[in-house]
Every structure is written in structure tokens, then in C-alpha cells.
């Protein structure tokens, strides 16, 4: 089995191996400089110069915002998941989201989700709006590249095709933003994840 390959769900179950879902949970393992903005926000109410907060409701948990926590690698587990690690400034990423949803006042909640080319974050504010942001890992190759792809491919299916897609908000291809990194904000489509429907799909 190769380094990047994953067994399938079943293979999982017959040898008795824990599957690691990602979960949703509230902020958690930040800089030093986050938890103090999203402690102070939470019990002062302070909001920025926009006149909105940023501050996220929940307590806080101790899994990890940058570090790949969604499963485990049988052969050569810690590069695969140190080459996905992503460290990034999550106050500043808060106030980007809440930027672009301009009638949104707070995000409440967020969950974070991970592939073996992407760490995204579902971002929900207090009007209800969902908002996706997603960073490419050093897996995917060249941040640069990969984001300028990505938001190409996506524009051009958008206006030549009737594939429903969600549009980007805004994005980045390199780190010298206020986030800090590359990235991709895009609408929420909502819908069932492949993984959860596998079990009941026909075997034919």
C-alpha cells in the first residue's frame, strides 16, 4: 500500500480499525493571539472596526485548528500529516467571513473538515448564512498554483456550463494576506457526503 492511499471504509471495520470522523466543535489549540481576541470578544462583546463580532459561541476544545486530525496513516504517518499541517491566522479568517456576508453580525459556529488535499472550515453565522473556506495542503503542490487552478476551472464551468456551482467569495493565492495563507472562501452547497450514503448504495 502506497504512503497516500487510505484503505476503504469496510477494511476499516473488518480489522477492527477506529475511523476518525471530523467533527464539529468550537475553537480550539489557536495561537496565543486568537484565544485572547475570542476571549475578549466572548465576554466583553467587543466588535471591530466593521461594528460586527467575530467572537464564536461554545467553549473551547482541544483539537487542533492546523494539525491534520482527521484519520491515521499505516505507513509513514507523521510526514503524511506534518506535510498537511496548515497554520493560519483564524481571528483574521473569522473576520474575513464575516466581511462577506454583510448581513451576518457573529459567526456561531464552525466544523472543520479534511481531505488528503484540503483542510476546509463550514462556517456558520447568526442569520443562518453557511460559508466555506478552504486551504490547500503541500500535498496538492504549490499553493499559488493550485489556488490560480482551482478558481480558473471553477469560473469557467460557471460561465459555460449549467453545473451548479457555489460561487467564490473571495480568495488568495499566497501568504501575504491578513489570514496568512492561500485560500478559497465559496458559498455552502449543502447535500450528503458520499461516505455516509456508501453502505446503503446497491452492489451492482
Not at 466555506?132 to 489556488?147: D, E, I, Q, W
Request: proline share 6%; aromatic share 8%.
Amino acid at each position: 500500500m502506497g504512503a497516500c492511499q487510505f484503505l476503504p471504509l469496510p477494511s476499516f471495520k473488518r480489522l477492527g480499525l477506529e475511523i476518525v470522523q471530523p467533527r464539529r466543535t468550537s475553537p480550539a489549540s489557536l495561537t496565543r493571539a486568537t484565544r485572547r481576541l475570542l476571549h475578549h470578544q466572548k465576554n466583553t462583546s467587543t466588535t471591530p472596526s466593521s461594528g460586527r463580532q467575530t467572537a464564536i459561541s461554545g467553549t473551547m476544545s482541544a483539537t487542533s485548528l492546523f494539525a491534520y486530525t482527521a484519520g491515521r496513516w499505516l505507513h509513514l504517518d507523521k510526514p503524511q500529516r506534518d506535510a498537511r499541517y496548515i497554520e493560519f491566522d483564524f481571528g483574521r479568517l473569522c473576520e474575513k467571513v464575516l466581511s462577506l456576508c454583510p448581513s451576518a453580525t457573529s459567526i456561531q459556529s464552525y466544523q472543520k473538515l479534511e481531505g488528503g488535499f484540503n483542510k476546509a472550515f463550514v462556517f456558520r453565522t447568526n442569520n443562518d448564512k453557511h460559508v466555506v473556506a478552504k486551504f490547500p495542503t503541500s500535498v496538492a503542490g504549490p499553493a499559488r498554483y493550485v489556488t490560480n487552478s482551482e478558481v480558473a476551472t471553477i469560473t469557467y464551468l460557471q460561465r459555460n456550463t449549467k453545473i451548479p456551482i457555489p460561487a467564490i467569495l473571495d480568495w488568495s493565492d499566497g501568504p501575504t494576506n491578513s489570514i496568512g495563507v492561500a485560500y478559497i472562501i465559496m458559498e455552502h452547497a449543502g447535500g450528503v457526503l458520499l461516505q455516509e450514503a456508501w453502505e446503503n448504495m446497491p452492489q451492482t
